[in-house]
Every structure is written in structure tokens, then in C-alpha cells.
């Protein structure tokens, strides 16, 4: 390493390297050095912190001048001399200017194939749940808040919903701080370490096939669009956000399927219609007055988005009790009582086959989706009209 004093001129004249990297030193206050590479000359200042050495970035030579390049290599010296580590403090900074709000946006521009259920999902969590810490740091939520906040989540909202918050939380704090050297531990970590999670037992629930009659007589007495997102959800096992959301553009009724390019997996989704749902979705067509979208709305999202209500009329109505999510269920059971085949049952389902060797030998396109979709349709039907048959007669 060359030493000279260093001067406006003495420092533009140094030339730069064909390739890696050199240091010069200053001659007039040791520490000070500037690091100069293919087409870069950046100041820096060396020295020492409770016996090991620190090298902290000053700024461009381009930028700064040698007199401010000194005062700044003084400052950082001055530091050292005290134990204080300016490369951490300057991370330290760094890190408490994210703040939770921030973290969040970040989170969702990385993860663009992120599902729009999934987006509102984190979206929750963090205007509704965690609304007043959005404009502190990140990091300055403690163990203890965590645990007093999933407390506080789960006696007013619900068990399931407080261990939700929580693994968001743990997922934007995680992404957050692999964008940083050094971070603080993830602070959710305690509900592991303290085994707190809230014990979650997975609802199972699905029509059984003797309401199935009382549960569509309910729902026929719907206005179209509420009827119609009920029917098919049965009728094809989607998913809750799959239905409200879906465009015409992903419904091909010559072609007589669904061509979905992106689900809650990533996955796009392509399925057969069954005879019923071609007349259904021809209906709709008829009377959707130009909109883009299958189930329209005013609102905001420009789609219909509350399900609750009109699932809420229907369980009265009927006597049935059931979620649209235990509409998927009855899909799966009645289709595995037919004897589908698994990897069919799979596709219809839009699982991933991935770790599964056999699967990846096998082509399951919408021709041989049709047979297994056909049946699952008539045996609905069948359900419906026997279960009536007996009650009339």
C-alpha cells in the first residue's frame, strides 16, 4: 500500500486499476485511505475496536473533498477509540428506519406471484391487527409484545386468526432481515420457544349427502349471483378467492373449461366444465352486461369479495351449517367415493404433485379431466334428485 499526502490533485491523479482493487494511504492522518478500483475512488478509514480492526466507507471521492474526507475519518476514529463500531451503528440506523408499514411493502413487491387472497391475508394483519405498530420500527417489537399481542388477538377475534397474524409477522420480519448483515432475532420466535401457538385442530367439514338436498333447495331460493358462486364451488372444489375472482377471459365455454393462469399455489388452474356448469356459465354470460369479471361488484376490487352473508342465509334456510371451504370438501368426498383416480382427483383439486416420481410421468390434461369431472356432476345430481324423490314420495 502506497503512502501520500492527499490533496484534491494527488488523489484525481491516481489511476485506476486494470483489475481488483488498490489502497493508498494518507500521509497526514493515519487511518485515512482511499480505495480505488476499475473506474471507482471511494474514501475509507481504518482503525481499531476493542482489538480488531474496522474499515468504514466515507464516501466517493468524486464526491466528497479531502478536508471533509479528514473530518469524517476523525469522527469515525473518535468513535473507534470509544468502542462504538460505526459500520454497526450505521446497520443499527438503517434497520430502526423500516418500519413495520414499510417491511410489509416490501415484502409484497418481492413476492409478486404472490395470490390475492394471500396479499388482503398479510393486508389484514397489518391495518387491522397490527395497525398500531405500522409507523414503528420493525425491530422494536419485543418477546413480550408479541406474546401480550397474540394473547390480545386471540381472546377478541379468535385462536386461529391470532396464530395467523403471528406467522405473517414472521414471514415480513424474516424477509426484512435477510436484506440486512446483522438483524435481531426474530422476536416471534418466542411463541415456539414458549410453546404458545394456539393448538389448531383442522376443520374436516362437508356436506354430508342426506342434507345436500335441504342445503340446494336453500340456496335455489339465492339471487343469482350468490346461488351461482355456491354451485360452483360445489360443482368444482375451487377455492373461495378463485370464484369471486374469476374473469371472463379464463372461461372458454366452446372449449367448455376454465383456463385460471395463476391460483393460491402459483399454479394456474385448467379445468373441464361439466354439462351443468357450461349452462350455468352460458346464463351468466347472457346477463353480465360487458363486465370483465363472472361475479361483478361496486366495490372496490371491481369483483364481489363478502361470502359470509349469503353462506349465513343459506345455513338458516336449510339447517345446514357449512363454510365454502367445506363445499371444496364435498367436492373431494364425493369424487373419492366414485373411485377417481388419485392424480386425476390431484389435478382437479390443483395439488401439486411435486415429490411424487410417478406423478411426474403423468400427462393429465383436460380430455382425461372430462370423464372424472362428468361423473363427480352426476352423481351430485344424482344425490339431489334421489334425496327429493324420497322426501316426495
Known amino acids: 500500500m502506497t503512502k501520500l499526502h492527499f490533496t484534491k490533485r494527488s488523489v484525481e491523479a491516481l489511476p485506476f486499476t486494470a483489475k481488483g482493487q488498490k489502497i493508498y494511504r494518507d500521509s497526514t492522518l493515519r487511518g485515512l485511505a482511499v480505495r480505488i478500483g476499475k473506474s471507482s475512488k471511494v474514501y475509507v478509514v481504518e482503525g481499531q475496536v476493542r482489538g480488531r480492526t474496522r474499515?468504514?466507507?466515507?464516501?466517493?471521492?468524486?464526491?466528497?473533498?479531502?478536508?471533509?474526507?479528514?473530518?469524517?475519518?476523525?469522527?469515525?476514529?473518535?468513535?473507534?477509540?470509544?468502542?462504538?463500531?460505526?459500520?454497526?451503528?450505521?446497520?443499527?440506523?438503517?434497520?430502526?428506519?423500516?418500519?413495520?408499514?414499510?417491511?410489509?411493502?416490501?415484502?409484497?413487491?418481492?413476492?409478486?406471484?404472490?395470490?390475492?387472497?394471500?396479499?388482503?391475508?398479510?393486508?389484514?394483519?397489518?391495518?387491522?391487527?397490527?395497525?398500531?405498530?405500522?409507523?414503528?420500527?420493525?425491530?422494536?417489537?419485543?418477546?413480550?409484545?408479541?406474546?401480550?399481542?397474540?394473547?390480545?388477538?386471540?381472546?377478541?377475534?379468535?385462536?386461529?386468526?391470532?396464530?395467523?397474524?403471528?406467522?405473517?409477522?414472521?414471514?415480513?420480519?424474516?424477509?426484512?432481515?435477510?436484506?440486512?448483515?446483522?438483524?435481531?432475532?426474530?422476536?416471534?420466535?418466542?411463541?415456539?420457544?414458549?410453546?404458545?401457538?394456539?393448538?389448531?385442530?383442522?376443520r374436516r367439514g362437508a356436506v354430508p349427502a342426506h342434507e345436500l338436498p335441504a342445503w340446494w333447495a336453500a340456496v335455489m331460493q339465492e339471487p343469482d349471483y350468490s346461488r351461482d358462486v355456491l354451485l360452483i364451488a360445489l360443482f368444482t372444489g375451487m377455492r373461495r378467492n378463485e370464484i369471486i375472482s374469476l374473469r371472463w377471459e379464463h372461461v372458454d365455454i366452446e372449449e367448455r373449461a376454465l383456463h385460471m393462469p395463476k391460483t393460491k399455489n402459483g399454479d394456474p388452474l385448467d379445468l373441464p366444465l361439466s354439462d351443468f356448469l357450461v349452462n350455468l356459465l352460458t346464463a351468466r354470460k347472457r346477463a353480465s352486461k360487458r363486465s370483465e369479471w363472472v361475479f361483478p361488484s361496486f366495490g372496490q376490487t371491481g369483483h364481489l369479495v363478502e361470502t359470509k352473508k349469503f353462506t349465513a342465509r343459506v345455513s338458516e334456510r336449510s339447517g345446514v351449517q357449512f363454510t365454502l371451504h367445506d363445499l371444496r370438501r364435498t367436492f373431494v368426498t364425493i369424487a373419492e367415493g366414485l373411485d377417481i383416480p388419485h392424480y386425476a382427483l390431484k389435478r382437479l383439486l390443483n395439488h401439486r404433485l411435486s415429490g411424487d416420481v410417478t406423478a411426474g410421468y403423468i400427462v393429465s390434461d383436460l380430455e382425461r379431466l372430462r370423464g372424472p369431472v362428468a361423473l363427480v356432476a352426476a352423481r351430485i345430481l344424482d344425490l339431489v334428485s334421489y334425496q327429493n324423490e324420497r322426501r316426495a314420495g
Open 55 to 202: 474499515r468504514v466507507t466515507l464516501g466517493r471521492a468524486d464526491v466528497l473533498n479531502v478536508e471533509e474526507a479528514r473530518r469524517r475519518a476523525l469522527t469515525a476514529l473518535s468513535d473507534m477509540a470509544q468502542g462504538v463500531d460505526p459500520n454497526q451503528e450505521k446497520r443499527r440506523v438503517a434497520q430502526e428506519a423500516v418500519t413495520l408499514e414499510q417491511a410489509f411493502g416490501r415484502f409484497f413487491e418481492a413476492r409478486t406471484e404472490m395470490a390475492s387472497g394471500s396479499i388482503d391475508a398479510y393486508s389484514r394483519t397489518r391495518d387491522l391487527y397490527l395497525r398500531d405498530w405500522k409507523r414503528s420500527p420493525i425491530t422494536a417489537n419485543t418477546r413480550q409484545m408479541i406474546l401480550k399481542r397474540h394473547r390480545r388477538i386471540a381472546a377478541e377475534h379468535g385462536q386461529v386468526t391470532a396464530n395467523n397474524v403471528m406467522r405473517h409477522l414472521r414471514s415480513v420480519y424474516n424477509f426484512t432481515a435477510a436484506t440486512f448483515d446483522e438483524f435481531p432475532p426474530n422476536p416471534v420466535a418466542i411463541l415456539t420457544q414458549a410453546g404458545a401457538w394456539y393448538h389448531e385442530r383442522r
